[in-house]
């Protein structure tokens, strides 16, 4: 699968790249390997503090704005009507966009039904492509969609070996909302790269661990985006669709789900409160 087609007809890559901590002065270094290596799906945040060098990398590749699909988010923080509206102006010129792809609200925490709808206001006026969440449980997204106009395009949720989320996937596939997998790597947890299922099937393939890993997503319908700072590892992770994991390997694959995230549970109490509250401006 090299591209889906969103509930709006609007074309995503199935293959993209995350830049979450990745710092500030080596991101538009980073981006623009992985825009030569051939990445055209750029996943970042307000919340990162680097869209303004992955606006650079995009502006100073000299590839055309339509060839690329740009994800950012809007944090908590910014989730009052006017103040989304403001925020997301102010991603804009970060990234120096006049549209924007995929806005996603970072996290289902506040006062989310009033940032969907400045949300809304803003793909209806033809600023964003497409909108969508991330971390919404199936509950959440259904209340969200049900008393709103626009259905989410996208939910980017955790998902890897260890945690796969078929319960969403089932749900997400059924209402026709795609599935994104952030963190496909579970962030290097578990020894995730070392693991003996995965090894195995990735020397049968002639290929490396998270090869299989973001594979295994693709053969799901999940899209991916894998974030490395690495040029060798960006080449690995992008190169996955020369090879297919038969129905065994996926199976074998299936059996390491461990029920919970190794990262942290979104539905925490100390979670909900220590992200709920930060800010990331004054
Ligand atoms: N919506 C949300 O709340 C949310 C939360 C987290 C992440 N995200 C998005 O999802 C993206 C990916 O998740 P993530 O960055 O948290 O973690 P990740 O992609 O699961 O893992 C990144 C880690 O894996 C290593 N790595 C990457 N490719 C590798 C390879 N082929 N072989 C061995 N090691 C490899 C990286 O190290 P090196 O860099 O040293 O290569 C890094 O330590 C983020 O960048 C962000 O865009 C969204």
């Known amino acids: 699968m090299k591209d889906v087609r969103l509930n709006n007809g609007v074309r995503m890559p199935a293959i993209g790249f995350g830049v979450f901590q990745i710092p500030e002065n080596e991101t538009e270094r980073v981006v623009t390997g992985a825009i030569e290596t051939g990445y055209r799906l750029i996943d970042t945040a307000a919340a990162y503090f680097n869209e303004e060098q992955v606006g650079d990398a995009i502006r100073r590749s000299g590839v055309k704005r339509e060839e690329f699909f740009i994800t950012t988010k809007l944090w908590v923080q910014d989730y009052e009507y006017d103040d989304a509206l403001r925020a997301f102006d102010l991603s804009m010129k ?34 964003i492509r497409a909108i969508g969440v991330t971390s919404f449980s199936n509950e959440r997204l259904q209340d969200l ?104 390997e996926m199976a074998a694959i299936a059996t390491l789900e461990t029920g919970r995230s190794p990262i942290y549970d979104d539905m925490d109490l100390p979670t909900v409160k220590g992200i709920g509250l930060h800010k990331i401006h004054e």
Do not use: C
């Open 94 to 127: 970060k990234l120096g966009l006049d549209y924007l792809d995929l806005y996603l609200m970072h996290k289902p925490y506040g006062n989310y039904y009033a940032a969907w709808r400045a949300m809304e206001r803003l793909y209806m006026e033809g600023r």
């Open 145 to 248: 969609f049900l008393h709103n106009e626009i259905k989410p395009a996208v939910n980017q949720l955790e998902t890897h070996p260890f945690f796969q989320q078929q319960a969403a996937n089932t749900f997400l596939q059924q209402e026709g909302i795609q599935h994104e997998a952030w963190a496909p790597f579970a962030e290097g947890q578990n020894d995730i790269f070392n693991h003996p299922v995965l090894k195995e099937i990735a020397a049968r393939h002639g290929k490396g661990v998270g090869a299989v890993i973001l594979r295994w997503l693709n053969q799901r319908n999940i899209v991916v985006i894998p974030k490395t700072v690495r040029r060798e590892r960006m080449a690995e992770n992008f190169h996955i669709l020369d090879f297919t994991l038969s129905d065994a």
